[in-house]
């Protein structure tokens, strides 16, 4: 453990044992994830912004949630009419634009299965995906007509491509054309909470991706954990608090019901999570239109300077930043509130651990502390920090969420004892014996990954992530890494994750990944792979100075032996350090070295 966890907190009160012996979760038999994040809303605030399209050269469209339901009913009448019904999976290839937004309301009123695919997934990833999942009817735009057109002999059961945008014309079906020729009221389908809604394919950083299927009811499980994220998204300024308002629309229920902080009626949502994925469908977009609130979608290339002006000109005050996005931010832009007017009320970020270094950044010069949150695409939103209700201590995971029991778990499947590393593992039920609706419903046609997620056998309670942490003893979670990416050097189990952290904080460090290097007298050394900060070179005394750098702050055997200057390091699609891609290259080194 770093030696400078110190607790940082912006409020003394820690309401945590309260708010979470308190929530209870409501969940009714019938719910549909485009009634609650659409229909109540076009009834009652048909004026006020769903989704507003922000483009590169600064212009902006407003789209409504009256415009985002009758293009919604329109698209529903479209895709039924060339043969769309309950449970067939529908492939979304878009990135964040208002069409995007349309079709996950148009399917969830079909009762089918929407399957969003990133825009950067080339043919061979596509045409996996496709196969695997059976998808009868793609929705393409510009971004990935053309990998659509070229896997589509391969694709048997893909039987029509619905071009949009800029694409129209390249597909069977046109989506201005099929839209104008249909009436612009739907009768929906009715649906189970527990009935598939969406297709998520999981980013495949430990082996061949998985179709995580997702039911309705996971809105509902996600609620808690974004609310606190959030800093109270969506319950003091306007719209109805979870588990109240309609009766049976999806109520998430805390009760009593805590006064979260959120000051006054605007609230903006923006991130550049890539809709197709979990952190952009789940943390971002159907939760924030489920408060009836904006979302800002924006679909060019990330730059800290291009995150700052849109934040600024969007007056956003909720955002979702991948700890990557924010190292870029903080080196490119240390004093962004000497150039930039911001709104920001609360920053959350995932997919791998903040570390102190960028917690102290966001508290410092965004005037935010983050709030950190652990997921993953089959049990999202379970782990995490809400500065405002209790105190956050930088580089930890945070506690569990309302509504949800996680506990680290051994290989046989036994909670560890406090402060022992183990796999971070989701319970089937809730602190008071209730169903917890934030689990996923299986992996597409894969049972024996299923059994195997659920501890190794299908009855079991607990759920395990991959995940590796240590719980101490007030229930805070501190991140190893991923049970693939822990390794044993000299005899010590080495997580890398805090030895990245500590590089990060160097100013020549802009990212940093650490891996074993095979040696045949240890086993294994620490080797880092580094991408260096602007204005800087990768000489041997830049690598002394790392090592000594590690070497004050950290254990002695943590400190890299070896350090690799690289220009980027490989990145899931999502974000994530593909690790398992620079163990691979070690491995092959050391085979050739023989």
């Known amino acids: 453990m770093a030696a400078d966890r110190a607790v940082v907190s912006t409020e003394p009160v820690d309401h945590y044992a309260a708010l979470y012996a308190a929530f209870h979760w ?58 769309v019904a309950r449970g067939d999976r529908v492939a979304i290839v878009m990135p964040q634009r208002f069409e995007t937004a349309v079709a996950h309301i148009a399917l969830c009123q079909l009762g089918a299965i929407g399957m969003p695919l990133s825009m950067l997934f080339g043919p061979e990833a596509l045409e996996y995906r496709l196969n695997d999942s059976g998808a009868r009817v793609a929705l393409v735009d510009e971004s990935s007509i053309a990998n659509v057109r070229a896997v589509r002999p391969q694709c048997a059961d893909l039987a029509t491509v619905l071009a949009v945008g800029v694409a129209q014309g390249q597909g069977e079906v046109d989506w201005h054309d099929a839209l104008a020729r249909e009436p612009a009221t739907f009768a929906p389908v009715e649906t189970r909470a527990d009935d598939a809604a969406v297709l998520i394919y999981t980013s495949g950083t430990t082996g061949p991706p998985k179709g995580a299927l997702i ?35 999806g109520s998430v229920s805390s009760r009593p019901r805590p006064s979260l902080g959120n000051e006054g009626a605007h609230s903006v949502f923006w991130s550049p999570a ?91 010069a965004l005037g935010v502390p983050v709030n950190e949150m652990f997921g993953q695409t089959e049990l999202n939103y379970i782990v995490g920090n809400s500065h405002r209700q209790w105190p956050a201590r930088p580089g930890s995971m945070g506690r569990p969420y309302p509504g949800h029991r996680v506990a680290v778990i051994d290989d046989e499947g036994r909670e560890c004892l406090r402060g022992t590393p183990g796999d971070v593992a989701l319970h089937r039920l809730d602190i008071h014996g209730h169903p917890d609706p934030v689990f996923f419903l299986g992996y597409w046609n894969n049972a024996a990954a299923t059994t195997a997620k659920f501890s190794g056998h299908p009855d079991s309670s607990w759920c395990r992530t991959g995940d590796m942490a240590v719980m101490d003893a007030d229930g805070y979670l501190w991140y190893q890494g991923r049970s693939d990416d822990v390794f044993k050097a000299a005899g010590y189990r080495i997580g890398p994750s805090e ?39 990768g000489t041997p005394q830049l690598v002394e100075a790392l090592q000594q750098h590690v070497r004050g702050k950290l254990a002695p055997y943590e400190y890299p032996k070896e350090i690799e200057f690289i220009a980027a390091l490989p990145m899931t699609t999502t974000g994530k350090v593909q690790r398992r891609v620079l163990r691979l290259i070690e491995e092959e080194r050391a085979r050739q070295r023989g």
Not at 216 to 231: D, P
Not at 241 to 246: A, C, K, L
């Open 274 to 364: 890539d809709w197709a994925w979990t952190g952009g469908l789940m943390d971002a977009l159907l939760p924030t239109l489920y408060f009836g609130r904006e979302i800002v979608a924006f679909a060019g290339r990330f730059s800290a300077e291009t995150a700052f002006e849109l934040m600024q000109r969007h007056r956003v005050t909720h955002t979702f930043l991948f700890p990557t996005a924010l190292k870029v931010m903080m080196k490119a832009v240390p004093a962004p509130r000497e150039r930039y007017t911001l709104q920001l009320r609360a920053v959350m970020s995932a997919g791998e651990a903040v570390g102190d270094a960028v917690f102290g950044w966001c508290a410092d």
């Open 26 to 83: 409501q969940v009714p038999r019938d719910f549909n994830i485009a009634q609650v994040c659409c229909a109540r809303w076009a009834r009652d605030t048909p004026q006020a912004v769903a989704v507003r399209t922000a483009h590169a050269d600064g212009s902006s469209r407003a789209h409504t949630y009256a415009e985002l339901q009758c293009d919604a009913n329109r698209l529903a009448h479209a895709l039924r009419r060339i043969g």
């Open 215 to 249: 039911p309705h009811r996971a809105l509902i499980g996600n609620l808690s954990g974004f609310v606190a994220s959030q800093n109270g998204f969506g319950f003091d300024d306007g719209p109805p608090h979870p588990g109240e308002g309609e009766p049976g629309k």
């Open 499 to 537: 030895i990245e952290n500590c590089l990060v904080k160097h100013p020549a460090v802009a990212n940093a990944a650490v891996v074993p290097r095979p040696d045949a007298e240890r086993g294994a050394v620490v080797k880092a792979y580094v991408v260096l900060a602007p204005g800087f070179e």
